[in-house]
Nanobody, 125 residues
Framework: VQLQASGGGYVQPGGSLRLSCAASGRTVSKYVVGWFRQAPGKEREFVAGVTTTGTGTYYTDSVKGRFTISRDTRDNAKNTVYLEMNSLQPEDTAVYYC????????????????WGQGTQVTVSS
């Protein structure tokens, strides 16, 4: 499974960004995909996850109501996972990573089989 994240950038507080994760591979449809982030000087943390079918989602408390994760599953060999981020705040500044694992609980706990490269999100006035 290969994961390619994109869509990061610079935005003012209150603004929006949409991240994309192109997940490809013969078995990609069997994996839960999640977004994680790592701010300077902090540990990497779980942000949001979506199940294999795209029907189940889970968010860390700090982003609930502001971030939305979704998954395009029309192609079994290539799924695109989006993270729509609204009402961004400076504390959302971090490198964002997409990752794949087996089972939503495992992904939430950081038990990851595949990592993508990060994309920088900077929220500043």
């Amino acid at each position: 499974v290969q994961l390619q994240a994109s869509g990061g950038g610079y935005v003012q507080p209150g603004g929006s960004l949409r991240l994309s994760c192109a997940a490809s591979g013969r078995t990609v449809s069997k994996y839960v995909v999640g977004w994680f982030r790592q701010a300077p000087g902090k540990e990497r943390e779980f942000v949001a996850g979506v199940t294999t079918t795209g029907t189940g989602t889970y968010y860390t408390d700090s982003v609930k109501g502001r971030f939305t994760i979704s998954r395009d599953t029309r192609d079994n060999a290539k799924n695109t996972v989006y993270l729509e981020m609204n009402s961004l705040q400076p504390e959302d500044t971090a490198v964002y990573y997409c990752a794949a694992g087996q089972g939503l609980r495992n992904v939430i706990d950081g038990q990851i089989d595949y990592w993508g490269q990060g994309t920088q999100v900077t929220v500043s006035s």
